[in-house]
């Protein structure tokens, strides 16, 4: 099993940054990809950026390619998801994920954190 615990939801305002961090503890020798989806009231739960472990290879969403940045840190089996300018529309709770080799889909999820973009 893996444990996975978000951190750096909050209010901001439009144009403002703002980080996420997400630690990974227990079986982590199975994980293959780790990544953050999010979800809005009312909409599906869509991808936002993944990141191999292993040489860091990454994949962003359209909707946030060149404003946001996933990176981790093996040391610490932690990911980040850095979002810059952020829109009203990236209001949402983010969940952190982690996918184990061969598979898809996360296998592993998160809580979850609220992030709000407002005036």
């Known amino acids: 099993q893996v444990q996975l615990v978000e951190s750096g939801g909050g209010l901001v305002q439009p144009g403002e940054s703002l980080r996420l961090s997400c630690r990974a503890s227990g079986s982590i020798f199975s994980i293959y990809t780790m990544g953050w989806y999010r979800q809005a009231p009312g909409d599906q739960r869509e991808l936002v950026a993944t990141?191999?472990?292993?040489?860091?290879?990454?994949n962003y969403g359209d909707s946030v390619k060149g404003r946001f940045t996933i990176s981790r840190d093996n040391a610490k089996n932690t990911v980040y998801l850095q979002m810059n300018s952020l829109k009203p529309e990236d209001t949402a709770v983010y969940y952190c994920?982690?996918?184990?080799?061969?598979?898809?889909?996360?296998?592993?999820w998160g809580q979850g954190t609220q992030v709000t973009v407002s005036s």
């Open positions: 990141i191999i472990t292993i040489g860091g290879s990454t």
């Open positions: 994920t982690a996918t184990a080799r061969g598979r898809l889909t996360p296998n592993y």
